[in-house]
């Protein structure tokens, strides 16, 4: 059974850090690119970052470059996604993707709130 599920969200300051985890299962999470979305209340899904299946080519929305970074763990089975220099306006659920050919998963995401 495939299972894409992410953890580390919560309440943070602005300015401040979170790290967001994404533990796979249930598919061969080598071979697959992974990507971090957030989708904030009444806003489209956006793409964050994107790393290849070996980690050799990163993407990032130009909202988060030089404050989140992306990386993969495949020996874990894990991608994570680093948010430093938290703003409010990175508040919104945080959602993991697997793309691999035809295949595409999701997880159901984590709640991520900057606020003071």
């Known amino acids: 059974q495939v299972q894409l599920a992410e953890s580390g969200g919560g309440l943070v300051q602005p300015g401040g850090s979170l790290r967001l985890s994404c533990a796979a299962s249930g598919f061969t999470f080598s071979v697959y690119a992974m990507s971090w979305y957030r989708q904030a209340p009444g806003k489209e899904r956006e793409l964050v970052a994107r790393?290849?299946?070996?980690?050799?080519?990163?993407n990032y929305a130009d909202s988060v470059k030089g404050r989140f970074t992306i990386s993969r763990d495949n020996a874990k089975n894990t991608v994570y996604l680093q948010m430093n220099s938290l703003k409010p306006e990175d508040t919104a659920v945080y959602y993991c993707?697997?793309?691999?050919?035809?295949?595409?998963?999701w997880g159901r995401g984590t709640q991520v709130t900057v606020s003071s």
């Open positions: 790393i290849t299946s070996a980690g050799d080519n990163i």
């Open positions: 993707r697997a793309r691999f050919l035809a295949a595409d998963y």
